[in-house]
């Protein structure tokens, strides 16, 4: 990195949902973004167009050229290999299957671009910018839909051998369990998720449980989410607040398997489920201080992240800038 100019780097967080780009210095700061709504049932080829466009849009108010970009960082739902900057496949991007997204950004843009799991730049952009400056052992947890993760051991993101590690949501906390959609059974997402808490309460509901849930949503099953049983559990409702804790229960457990496995300083709870805050988190901690080894479970801190919305994009660009400049080296 040079020492006199700034550095200007893109950072992309494609989602399911939507595409946040945002141009970042190297200090972090966001100088400008574009948002835009993920074509993800339009298939790849479409969401790919929109990736470009948001990229070109982000420029636009700075008055900078593509050219001028040090390099693109996109951070990716579901699996992929950040050496070969693949996606192989996202339960979140229907028809995505071995997308060279990458080097489709590289062609399309001219800039050295690298490809990371969404999760996985969260968690960097926690740990350069975030509630994690200067930790050298942290796990990332995102708890929403789904959970994701993102591994850091001695200030290093760990991806494996292929790039897939850190999907922690699909450890196996219950081998007989329900059925995940990545195919396996009993996953800690399939257990501790917000679809989780809300296909728990349906399930009670349909069993005939004596519940406020059902109203708040309108009567239809189909609209009982995580936020509506979490407004049903904040005004008293026994069911909701039950439900609250069992997930909080499975929560827990993925915990105490996490201290035991990496024994890191500080885990970061994110996501929307989080937002559910203590009847969650509580019996989350109860249950991992329960099972996970004494001496790593009282060297362990819980953080809520900083960067909220923010962590992807600014881990993307601090990926992209880590990678370039390992390739300097
Ligand atoms: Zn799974």
Redesign the pocket.
């Known amino acids: 990195m040079s020492a006199n100019k700034q550095e200007i780097y893109l950072g992309i967080d494609l989602g399911g949902s939507k595409i946040l780009t945002a141009v970042v210095d190297d200090r972090g700061e966001i100088l400008s973004r574009d948002y835009r709504v993920t074509p993800a049932n339009d298939g790849p080829d479409a969401v790919v167009r929109e990736v470009l466009k948001s990229a070109t849009s982000a420029l636009v108010p700075l008055g900078i050229a593509m050219q001028e970009l040090a390099a693109i960082g996109i951070g990716a739902p579901g699996t992929s290999n950040p050496g070969r900057g693949v996606v192989f496949t996202s339960p979140n991007l229907p028809e995505w299957h071995n997308v060279p997204l990458r080097d489709i950004v590289v062609r399309e843009t001219g800039r050295k671009s690298y490809l990371i799991n969404d999760a996985n730049a969260a968690a960097l952009g926690e740990l350069y910018f975030g509630v994690a400056r200067g930790v050298r052992h942290m796990i990332y947890v995102t708890i929403s839909t789904g959970i994701g993760g993102g591994i850091i051991i001695d200030g290093q993101l760990y991806t494996g051998s292929v790039g897939t590690a850190g999907e922690i949501?699909?450890m196996t906390i219950d081998a007989n369990g329900p059925r995940?959609?990545?195919?396996?059974t009993g996953?800690w997402?399939?257990l501790a998720s917000g679809t989780a808490l809300a296909d728990r309460a349906r399930q009670q509901i349909r069993g005939g449980a004596k519940t406020s849930i059902l109203d708040d949503a309108g009567g239809d099953l189909e609209k009982v989410t995580a936020p509506v049983i979490q407004a049903a559990a904040e005004r008293g409702d026994p069911l909701a607040r039950e439900l609250i804790a069992k997930t909080g229960y499975y929560l827990g457990v993925g915990l105490a398997n996490l201290i035991n496995i990496f024994n890191p300083e500080l885990i970061v709870i994110g996501g929307g489920l989080s937002n559910i805050g203590e009847a969650l988190l509580s019996p989350a901690f109860q249950v991992a201080g329960e099972r996970a080894f004494k001496e790593a479970y009282q060297a362990v801190r819980f953080a809520l992240p900083e960067l909220g919305a923010d962590s992807g994009v600014l881990g993307a660009a601090a990926f992209a800038r880590q990678s370039v400049s390992g390739e300097d080296q």
Do not use: K
Not at 180 to 184: A, H, L, P, Y
């Open positions: 949501g699909h995940c959609r990545c195919g396996n996953c997402e399939v």
